[in-house]
Nanobody
């Protein structure tokens, strides 16, 4: 099992930026898919971005061009740089991990693909 801890959430005004971090520990793999999800009572849980071990990335249409997912393999860390934030980006953000890599599954941004999850970090964007 992989243990994930998110950090970096907070409150910002619209147009601002935040950088989320996810530290992974435990039984990590060479082949993997990692992702960022967000959840609100209105929209439920939705996939925001994913990153495969081959470097392939996928973004939710509404964040494409504003958010950037990246990783630091040496630190076993995943990041989400969020720029030009909007009030509709307000949500609890979760980091997720999947052992083994399949491009189609990783790009699907489906929560069911991922087994391990962090506890979440809150992002609040005010207008």
């Amino acid at each position: 099992q992989v243990h994930l801890v998110e950090s970096g959430g907070g409150s910002v005004q619209a147009g601002g930026s935040l950088r989320l971090s996810c530290a992974a520990s435990g039984n990590t793999a060479v082949s993997y898919c990692m992702g960022w999800f967000r959840q609100t009572p209105e929209r439920g849980r939705e996939g925001v971005a994913s990153l495969g071990s081959d470097g392939t990335t996928r973004y939710l249409d509404s964040v494409n061009g504003r958010f950037t997912i990246s990783r630091d393999n040496a630190k076993k860390a995943l990041y989400l740089q969020m720029d030009s934030l909007k009030p509709e980006d307000t949500a609890m953000y979760y980091c997720a991990y999947k052992w083994g890599y399949n491009r189609g599954a990783c790009n699907s941004l489906q929560a069911s693909v991922f087994r391990d999850w962090g506890q979440g970090t809150q992002v609040t964007v005010s207008s």
